[in-house]
Nanobody
Framework: VQLVESGGGLVQAGDSLRLSCAVSGHTFSSLNMGWFRQLPGKEREFVAVISRSGAFRNYADSVKGRFTISRDNGKNTVYLQMNTLKPEDTAVYLC????????????????WGQGTQVTVSS
């Protein structure tokens, strides 16, 4: 399974970005999809997860109300719309896929992308 993220960049506080993650090598609609973020030397932090059909979503408290996860099963792509970005959102954002239970725990996810850098300046 290959996951390729895109859409990261350098923005100012208050700006928006939309991240995309294209998935290949697996039946996309059978995968729960998640977004995590990581700073150098730190643990991966859960951001958002969406179920196979898109009916269920869960968010970290730190992004609730600002970020929206969505998916297009016809395009094998999951998105993360990030609004009102803050400097503390700066991190490498990683897309993850899992064929098992719906979970926000990184250990549950079997497949990972390489990540895309998001930098928010104050």
């Amino acid at each position: 399974v290959q996951l390729v993220e895109s859409g990261g960049g350098l923005v100012q506080a208050g700006d928006s970005l939309r991240l995309s993650c294209a998935v290949s090598g697996h039946t996309f609609s059978s995968l729960n999809m998640g977004w995590f973020r990581q700073l150098p030397g730190k643990e991966r932090e859960f951001v958002a997860v969406i179920s196979r059909s898109g009916a269920f979503r869960n968010y970290a408290d730190s992004v609730k109300g600002r970020f929206t996860i969505s998916r297009d099963n016809g395009k094998n792509t999951v998105y993360l719309q990030m609004n009102t970005l803050k400097p503390e959102d700066t991190a490498v954002y990683l897309c993850a896929a899992d064929g098992g239970i719906f979970s926000s725990t990184s250990q549950q996810f079997d497949y990972w992308g390489q990540g895309t850098q998001v930098t928010v300046s104050s």
